[in-house]
């Protein structure tokens, strides 16, 4: 039987290891075509393609596993539940795979795209750029249909020019920046802060006018220091949370 093809990275040594192949694995899984084989490859077979021991690698299933995403059976292997819900909290543990793989898995809506001057609150991560591309997507949980967040992305034009508009229905812009356009991401800066619903995200997310929500804005930078998107997303209150984990050496 064929199994499953996860995504390759390379691991963070600060960082635990099993998380970042949980999420690294998640990510595969929640952005997988339906066409796909639903087994995965054994313990060893995945330890060997992350380069991790076996007790690493059965850590990280056994998030997936809690997590629901994943079924484990004696004798039988482990599998894809095709039908998981998708909805977790976020989860900040300073790696790009663990962003790519909390914004995975709901289903996406384009809702407008285009090229705009530079807002005036966003103009210091932009200095060199007049317009970005902008990009507004809704995205909704894949079983309900119950709307979770609302995304605003600015792009820098050069690179919007190779985004396909499909890939963002598929993925998130960070996968999308990193593995297709082949963006240099360095690190990722993420601000997270409580804000009332406005009229638009009221109507969006389905909420209360002036009901809680959690207003994040997360910018990609490369390795020179330039911001190459920044991202408003707007998440439901009742549905996210943020924990995040410091390195502290």
């Given at each position: ?84 819900r998708r909805g977790s909290p976020v989860r900040l543990l300073g790696s790009v795979d663990a962003i790519v793989a909390q914004q995975s898995g709901m289903t996406t809506e384009l809702l407008d795209h285009g090229s705009a001057p530079v807002p005036g609150e966003l103009a ?126």
């Open positions: 039987m064929t199994s499953f093809a996860p995504d390759s990275i390379v691991l963070n040594r600060k960082l635990p290891l099993w998380y970042q192949v949980s999420q690294s694995l998640r990510a595969s899984i929640l952005g997988r075509s339906p066409q796909d084989p639903l087994r995965l490859p054994t313990e060893e077979q995945l330890a060997g393609h992350y380069g991790v021991s076996v007790l690493t690698m059965r850590q990280a299933l056994k998030e997936l596993e809690d997590e629901g995403l994943i079924s484990r059976h004696r004798r039988r292997g482990t599998f894809i539940e095709p039908h998981a210091e991560f932009f200095p060199d750029v007049r317009e970005v591309s902008t990009y507004h997507r809704l995205r909704s949980d894949e079983k309900t249909g119950e709307p979770t967040n609302h995304a605003r992305n600015y792009v820098r034009p050069e690179l919007a020019a190779r985004i396909d508009l499909d890939d963002l229905v598929r993925w998130p812009m960070t996968k999308v920046l990193r593995d297709v356009v082949g963006a240099d991401i360095s690190r990722i800066t993420d601000t997270v802060e409580a804000r009332l619903a406005d009229p638009e995200t009221s109507k969006l997310l389905q909420v209360p006018l002036l009901s809680p929500i959690l207003h994040y804005t997360g910018v990609t930078y490369d390795a020179e220091g330039r911001a190459l998107d920044v991202a408003v997303i707007h998440y439901r209150g009742d549905r996210f949370s943020f924990t995040v984990t410091l390195d502290a050496t």
